[in-house]
């Protein structure tokens, strides 16, 4: 799997665009904004929109961060999960990270 992760600053918010390629068609991903790094792992700071592969394995989502929400120096990072949700441990392992620039 491979993908990129694109931001767009807007007046006191943000735009974060994910696009992924090599995923299972069909398949169905939460995804989120955390706080560090993806080599040193925080809390989820912001819930993005679930990123859904279309039936050749690519997939697109935008969501728009509200002000307030500006990345600090300290890091952020964009995390797509294994599964739909957090209904069952094997849906939690990460499947694509990368890391946020600071603002």
Known sequence: M???GDIVKGTGSFT???KLTGMTPGS???SHVHAGRCSQ???IVYNLQSVVASSS???TTTTTVPAGYLVPSSGWYVNVHF??????AKYAPSISCGDLQPA
């Open 41 to 43: 792992p925080g809390g």
């Open 28 to 30: 169905i991903h939460v």
């Open 83 to 88: 599964g739909p949700d957090f209904t069952e």
């Open 2 to 4: 491979s993908g990129t």
């Open 16 to 18: 974060l665009t994910i």
């Open 57 to 59: 394995g690519t997939a």
